[in-house]
């Protein structure tokens, strides 16, 4: 049974930092993609960052140079510098990777809870 638990989430004023975890059980987590999404009030859900099985990265447009996506044992993580307010959102952990756009909601089969970003 795989299990997806985040981590992390708060709030923080813009240029703030947070580091997200997710702690994965249930699934042999080295070797799939996982990713990052996020969700804001009223929009669509929207990958933020994606790594691969073979530890290459991936990031939306508007969080490069300022996010981190990184992988240690069964832990997930996301660093976050240079927060903006733009970039308040619940944020998701993703895994169980289906093949084809890394940044699709629709090709990931297990998800987090989500937790809380708000930046003020």
């Known amino acids: 049974h795989v299990q997806l638990v985040e981590s992390g989430g708060g709030s923080v004023q813009a240029g703030g930092s947070l580091t997200l975890s997710c702690q994965a059980s249930?699934?042999?987590?080295?070797?799939?993609?996982m990713a990052w999404f996020r969700q804001a009030p009223g929009k669509e859900r929207e990958g933020v960052a994606s790594?691969?099985?073979?530890?290459k990265t991936y990031y939306a447009d508007s969080v490069k140079g300022r996010f981190t996506i990184s992988r240690e044992k069964d832990t997930l993580y996301l660093q976050m510098d240079s927060l903006i307010p733009e970039d308040t959102a619940m944020y998701y952990c993703?895994?169980?990777?289906?093949?084809?756009?890394?940044?699709?909601?629709?090709?990931?089969?297990?998800w987090g809870q989500g937790t809380q970003v708000t930046v003020s």
């Open positions: 993703a895994a169980d990777f289906r093949g084809g756009d890394i940044f699709s909601p629709e090709k990931y089969g297990r």
């Open positions: 790594v691969s099985s073979r530890n």
């Open positions: 249930g699934y042999m987590f080295s070797v799939y993609c």
